[in-house]
């Protein structure tokens, strides 16, 4: 039997992007993938974020907000960072572990009314899902 390959993604404070690309791995790759989350300046899971994967039936609320040095002693296979910030800071991993950069914007960041900010976080988690399906079917 197959191993399953261990893919952690990485942002800065593993509040929203990496917790969404996180759920969406799990969702969409079933039990071929294992799929992590953390942050390298870990701010815990954004209620928000939360939201956004429950409107299209992909729960994440029982998802933590980790700190990249727990996942050193255990390197995962891949690491994708989902932001430029934490590609930057992104230290040299152990063994084999392979690196993607993709760059989403910070849903964290968006102003607005609760509808504007709710879209905004609508935009971020639809476009992780177009490049997780389209990394899954390379």
């Known amino acids: 039997m197959?191993?399953?390959?261990?893919?952690?993604?990485?942002?800065?404070?593993?509040?929203?992007?990496?917790?969404?690309?996180?759920?969406?791995?799990?969702?969409?790759?079933?039990?071929s993938h294992e799929s992590l989350s953390a942050g390298t300046r870990p701010e815990g899971l954004n209620p928000k974020a939360v939201a956004a994967m429950a409107e299209v039936g992909v729960d994440i609320s029982r998802q933590t907000s980790e700190a990249l040095e727990v996942f050193l002693a255990a390197p995962p296979d891949l690491v994708i960072t989902v932001c430029d910030?934490?590609?930057?800071?992104?230290?040299?991993?152990?063994?084999?572990?392979?690196?993607?950069?993709?760059?989403?914007?910070d849903p964290a960041s968006a102003r607005g009314s609760a509808e504007e900010v709710a879209l905004v976080f609508a935009e971020v988690r639809d476009a992780i899902r177009v490049k997780i399906e389209a990394w899954l079917a390379s």
Do not use: I, K
């Not at 390959?5 to 917790?19: A, H, I, K, M, Y």
């Open 85 to 105: 910030r934490a590609a930057e800071s992104c230290p040299d991993l152990p063994g084999a572990t392979q690196v993607l950069r993709w760059s989403f914007p």
């Open 2 to 31: 197959e191993a399953r390959r261990r893919v952690l993604f990485l942002c800065t404070g593993n509040s929203c992007r990496s917790q969404m690309a996180e759920g969406w791995l799990r969702h969409l790759a079933g039990d």
